[in-house]
Structures are given as C-alpha cells and as structure tokens.
C-alpha cells in the first residue's frame, strides 16, 4: 500500500495506473475508520481495479465551535486496517499541504446545503465539496464511494458531480450499524457508556416510523411528530426529524419509497445522525 501525503504523488500515481488501463476509486474519510468505512473500500474495490482511501480531518468543514480539535485520529490503526482490505494507496495529506494558505475559491451549494444538517452547520458542505472536488482532482478518480449513514452529504454531491459535469462516478453505499442498531461513527468514540444506551433511541424512533410506514401510516407530518418526540424523550437536543425525498431533500407529505426519514439530536455534548430510506 503506497502512503501519498503529498498531492503530487497522488496524481502522479493514478497517472500511471490510468495509463496502464486501470481504473480508479476513491474512498474519501476522516480517519478513525470503523466497519462502516471498510465496507465502503470493499465496495469500491468491487467497481475500480484501483483504490484509493483518503484520511484526511477537513477542517473547513468544521464550524468555530465544533470538533475538529478534538476528533478522534489514529493513522497507524487506519494504515493497518486499510492494508489488511488490499487498498493500493492511502492519501493522508497535511491541511497545509491540502490548501494554499492564500487559497480564495471554495464551492457553493445553494439549496440542498441550507436544510437540515445545512441550517446548523452553515459551512459545513461548503468545506465538504470543496474538499471532495478537490480530492477528485487528485486523484483523477472514476469512480467515488460514500456512505449513506451521511445522506445529506451524498445528496449534495451528486448535485454538485450533476450541476458541474465532474467526470466521476458516485456509488452510494449502505448504512453500517453496531448489533444494537447504533449506526457507526468515528464520533461514537465521545459516548459515555449510559448516553451510548440513550442514542439507541434515534436508530429505535426511525425503526419505529418505518413498522408504522408497513404498517400503512403514510402522514410524514404525523411520523416526524412521533420520531422527535421520542428523540426528545431520550437527547438533549433535536436539531431535526424530516421526512425529505431523499435525492432533492424536499419535504414530502406523504411517505413512501424513496423517502429519506432523517434526524440529528444530541446525546451529552455529542452530536448524532441517522436514517432510514423508506
Ligand atoms: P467520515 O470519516 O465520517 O467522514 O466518513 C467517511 C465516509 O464513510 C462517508 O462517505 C460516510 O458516509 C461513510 N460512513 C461513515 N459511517 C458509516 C456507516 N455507519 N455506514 C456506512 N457508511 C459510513
């Protein structure tokens, strides 16, 4: 597995492979992988001869008040387990190496970023598809993987790869959750043992809104109304409960296939997200 902390190296890399008719994938990441990012590189290893996973904590896409100094990171641990999949290479730049301390381009979306996760994190997905289309870039990669745990954040990519002709391919991957229903984050890391008990309550309240959606209970306004008020029964914060098509994020009224039921709320000081596609 080659470690490329430079750009450069990683361009010049998938120039090579390109050059010898292999295709190419990339896997981008924060680091502090768990089952949930590996499952995405054995995806990716299906549709690419070639991967590529970067490790790299974007922080312009953290806002002045949240995590960035604090979020989890163990390189040797991500080397291992991304060696152990059969990755070809992993990116794992240097912020300063990522961007130019004068750099004054970053990129917009203005619809699909403003809601839900978008109206707390105002530059959250401006720093996300800057990052992305950047590693795009260096990457040259045909193809990218990215999980549906972020549904909000694949939307906006596939918008921005749709709204810029990106020559890349964009594969959405399936939600990866612990036995309990717990959906996996590197942030599941910052849950006491008791507020670990308490987050089961989002995976349960959106299980729950799904048995009543089989069950023929089609009202999204009615089944957000249940999902937050189970939410704020077990958090300390909701941020949101929405029923949005799960391609342009707008609200539906009535549930059904390819409905996008999402949350975020707060568990202690830890923020948390889930969903289910309908
Ligand atoms: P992150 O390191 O949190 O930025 O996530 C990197 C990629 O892994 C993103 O495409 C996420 O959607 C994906 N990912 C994170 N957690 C999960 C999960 N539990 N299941 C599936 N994909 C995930």
Redesign the pocket.
Known sequence: MKICRTKKSLSSLSAAWHRAGETVAI??????L????L??VRLARKKARRVVVSVFVNPTQFGPNEDFAQYPRDEKRDFALLRAEGVDAVFAPTPEEMYGADATVSLVESKLSKVMCGAFRPIHFAGVLTVVLKLFNVSRADVA??????AQ??AVIRRMVRDLDVPVKIVG?????EKDGL????RNTYLSAADRVRALALHEALDAAQADFRAGKTDAGRATAKIEKALAKACEKVDYAVAVDADTLEPVRTLGRGTLLAVAAWVGKTRLIDNHLL
């Open positions: 896997v981008p990441t924060m680091g502090f768990h089952e949930g990012h499952s995405l993987v990215f999980g549906r745990k972020d954040q694949l991957a399936p939600l990866v959750r959906a996996l984050s590197s």
